[in-house]
């Protein structure tokens, strides 16, 4: 049971993931989320960083409740979330954003998916009429381009 709270919240967090980032990443927060669009940030922090913090309580705060509590459920789901921003991490700042030079030669149809579908999403730098706010779930069409410019 405690495996499938890690992976329900573990996928879960895409939704969560996406609303966020659309209403308030791109909403009442954007003063905060803007440098990583327009790239006005000087060095390598972003004000967009202070988002892991940000996420990070509450997470911090389910894993000691859970703890205390003789790991319940709230241990759990903080782990799930937990192994989220670990993959968001990896995969947004280290593969897509390239802040460590590693994965970048990759021919896999899917991290091609994401890489794409991000680029699409920076490519707005205003937080109006933006796309692809998603993470891990990639519409159909970034596979689509992949496999096309692949035939030729």
């Known amino acids: ?25 791109h909403g009442f927060m954007w003063f905060l989320h803007r440098d990583h669009h327009d790239h006005s940030n000087e060095g390598h ?3 967009n960083d202070y988002f892991f913090l940000i996420f990070a309580i509450p997470t911090i705060v389910l894993m000691y409740f859970g703890t205390i509590n003789g790991f319940n459920e709230y241990f759990y789901i903080a782990l799930g979330i937990t192994l989220y921003g670990m993959s968001y991490f990896f995969v947004h700042d280290i593969f897509i954003h390239q802040r460590f030079k590693i994965l970048r030669n990759t ?7 994401i890489r794409r579908a991000h ?3 920076h490519k ?4 109006e009429h ?6 891990l779930w990639v ?14």
């Not at 049971?1 to 990443?25: A, D, P, R, S």
């Not at 970034?142 to 692949?150: Q, T």
């Open 124 to 127: 707005h730098t205003g937080k």
């Open 45 to 47: 922090i972003e004000c």
């Open 107 to 113: 021919q896999n149809p899917y991290l091609l998916a």
């Open 1 to 25: 049971m405690n495996f499938l709270i890690v992976i329900i919240t573990f996928f879960t967090m895409e939704g969560i993931t996406w609303c966020i980032h659309k209403y308030v990443m």
């Open 139 to 152: 519409p159909v069409k970034y596979f689509k381009m992949f496999f096309k410019k692949n035939k030729k």
């Open 119 to 121: 680029k699409q999403h």
């Open 130 to 135: 933006g796309e692809c706010y998603g993470f």
